[in-house]
């Protein structure tokens, strides 16, 4: 659908999955793109970027120019604590860390339309 032009973002109510923390749906999203991909031959699966994008720009962009750091953007983000092991790894790779091994424990600050709303 996104060879096509399709808009996509990926999104949490409840109603519509099983969970509310977006790294989960990110991951979900990730996992049902493998199973097509292997029902459909020369379908791609989708990279952690497009779905990292997908439920951020992507999403946000239903909302008007929200979920980038982009001049004109509003955006709702998190800084996390990584481990010392990822220590020299690129952001992606930390990225990475977060979508499928972090949770709301390694959660430092949260941010709302660029507004600290918890910080750790």
Avoid at 12 to 27: A, E, I, Q, R, Y
Avoid at 30 to 46: D, N, P, R, Y
Avoid at 95 to 111: C, S
Wanted: with cysteine; aromatic share 10%.
């Amino acid at each position: 659908m996104l060879d096509a032009g399709v808009s996509i973002g990926l999104g949490s109510d409840v109603g519509g999955g099983n969970t509310l923390f977006m790294p989960s749906v990110v991951v979900s999203a990730i996992q049902t793109s493998k199973v097509v991909a292997m029902e459909h031959e020369g379908e791609a699966q989708l990279k952690l970027s497009e779905a990292f994008w997908m439920a951020t720009k992507a999403g946000g962009s239903f909302f008007g120019k929200v979920g980038s750091f982009e001049e004109g953007f509003e955006a709702d983000f998190l800084t996390i604590k990584t481990p010392d092991y990822l220590d020299g790894k690129t952001c992606e790779e930390r990225l990475a860390w977060f979508i499928y091994d972090g949770g709301k424990q390694d959660i430092h600050d949260v941010y709302v339309a660029g507004s600290p709303v918890v910080q750790g």
